[in-house]
T-cell receptor
Framework: DSGVTQTPKHLITATGQRVTLRCSPRSGDLSVYWYQQSLDQGLQFLIQYYNGEERAKGNILERFSAQQFPDLHSELNLSSLELGDSALYFC??????????FGEGSRLTVL | SQQGEEDPQALSIQEGENATMNCSYKTSINNLQWYRQNSGRGLVHLILIRSNEREKHSGRLRVTLDTSKKSSSLLITASRAADTASYFCAPSPNSGNTPLVFGKGTRLSVIA
């Protein structure tokens, strides 16, 4: 158990819809990273937050947004969903030496 | 790019054999990390080796690092069926708070 909690574990929705994925980091971890893993693209870094502020941006689409709240949990919002957005979405938090602790992911299926 | 590139893409061995996976990268690093991912699960951090280290052990895992060649290897000794997973390397340019970029990994299958 990494200590990182992600909800929901599974989500099925239709094209054009909007969903929110939630991540609770390990106690004391200030950084939250979001990754997307699909069969064709591999594991892609989306965005990083550190203590409520956006720190780094990766291959995140404009239809996607994220935020980190004062209690350090984070949410990833995906809107105008397309079939190609079907993927596993992981949240990770950072350890003291730069290692990452991953949650079990949220599997999104867009029909 | 700080992304590591794992080789081979796939590896199939018998239980009890050793498995070796390689990683190449292009930038200067502070450390390099290896992760394991069981199918459909989150990545699990296995081991971190610093740029001033050449070899590190953790149980049945042995990691080497050659900064002159910008390469690393992960050796799993006496493999077990439970070692079946994908393995990723992640070069890190500094000691923390920088997003890790992952390659496509090595898919290891250990046959009982």
């Amino acid at each position: 158990d990494s200590g990182v909690t992600q909800t929901p574990k599974h989500l099925i929705t239709a094209t054009g819809q909007r969903v929110t994925l939630r991540c609770s980091p390990r106690s004391g971890d200030l950084s939250v990273y979001w990754y997307q893993q699909s069969l064709d693209q591999g594991l892609q870094f989306l965005i990083q937050y550190y203590n409520g502020e956006e720190r780094a941006k990766g291959n995140i689409l404009e239809r996607f947004s994220a935020q980190q709240f004062p209690d350090l949990h984070s949410e990833l919002n995906l809107s105008s969903l397309e079939l190609g957005d079907s993927a596993l979405y992981f949240c990770a938090t950072g350890g003291s030496h730069g290692e990452l602790f991953f949650g079990e992911g949220s599997r999104l299926t867009v029909l | 790019s700080q992304q590591g590139e794992e080789d081979p893409q796939a590896l199939s061995i018998q239980e009890g054999e050793n498995a070796t996976m390689n990683c190449s990268y292009k930038t200067s690093i502070n450390n390099l990390q290896w992760y394991r991912q069981n199918s459909g699960r989150g990545l699990v951090h296995l081991i971190l080796i610093r740029s001033n280290e050449r070899e590190k052990h953790s149980g049945r895992l042995r990691v080497t690092l050659d900064t002159s060649k910008k390469s690393s290897s992960l050796l799993i000794t006496a493999s077990r069926a439970a070692d079946t997973a994908s393995y990723f390397c992640a070069p890190s340019p500094n000691s923390g708070n920088t997003p890790l970029v992952f390659g496509k990994g090595t898919r290891l299958s250990v046959i009982a």
